[in-house]
């Protein structure tokens, strides 16, 4: 089946401080989302991104779906933004749905 | 709107029990999904289903079964519980097509013991 990995594992921050994390997969892919889940374990959808480039409000997301990679930018984080951050693919006809290896993000005052 | 709901939030169970996971969405969603989360790991899925009497399994089926008889509920059955599955299981659930976003419940904590 498909690979998805995304570095880094884990990452520390001051809080202001800016971040990119990285989401790779091994075959084409029909859709990708990212993820957030909070340290209380929900799981809430940021971004549906196939291709291009999405902004909302701190967070932007870039997808290029030919090399294979998404890329979520966080700006200015806040302690608010600590938890695992996944990134989601579908394949197999949009039917499957394969979450990658997940970052840990913990932001520090 | 409740959204996907499972039941229930907590379990423990003694090795060789067994019991259902339920799920249900109110969203009219025809895709549902099954994910378990180990402690520190990603998600990885178990079984997912199309529509009412469609299932089809995921990366870890093995230890679970599914069965679809509306298209509101997706109960997740464990028969014969092992500790290699006590975990977080979360459902998903979404519309048909290629741009729509996937919808989780808030999980169920399982302790095998």
């Known amino acids: 089946g498909i690979q998805v990995e995304q570095s880094p594992p884990d990452l520390i921050l001051q809080e202001g401080a800016n971040s990119t994390l990285r989401c790779n997969f091994s075959?084409?892919?029909?859709?990708l989302q990212w993820f957030h889940q909070n340290p209380w374990g929900q799981l809430i959808n940021l971004f549906y991104?196939?291709?291009g480039t999405k902004q909302n409000g701190r967070l932007s997301a870039t997808t290029v779906a030919t090399e294979r990679y998404s890329l979520l930018y966080i700006s200015s984080s806040q302690t608010t933004d600590s938890g695992v951050y996944f990134c989601?693919?579908?394949?197999?006809?949009?039917?499957?749905?394969?979450f990658g290896t997940g970052t840990k993000l913990q932001v520090i005052p | 709107n409740a959204g996907v709901t499972q039941t229930p939030k907590f379990r423990i169970l003694k090795i060789g029990q067994s019991m259902t996971l339920q799920c249900a969405q109110d969203?009219?969603?025809?895709?549902m999904y099954w994910y378990r989360q180990d402690p520190g790991m990603g998600l990885k899925l178990i079984y997912y289903?199309?529509?009412?009497?469609?299932?089809d399994k995921g990366e870890v089926p093995n230890g679970y079964n599914v069965s679809r008889s509306t298209t509101e509920d997706f109960p997740l059955r464990l028969e014969l519980a092992a500790p290699s599955q006590t975990s977080v299981y979360f459902c998903?659930?979404?519309?048909?097509?290629?741009?729509?976003?996937?919808?989780f419940g808030s999980g169920t904590q399982l302790s095998v013991l």
């Open positions: 998903a659930s979404r519309l048909q097509g290629a741009g729509e976003k996937l919808f």
């Open positions: 075959d084409s892919v029909n859709n």
């Open positions: 991104i196939p291709s």
């Open positions: 989601a693919v579908h394949s197999g006809g949009y039917q499957k749905v394969t």
């Open positions: 969203m009219n969603h025809n895709y």
């Open positions: 289903s199309v529509g009412a009497g469609i299932t």
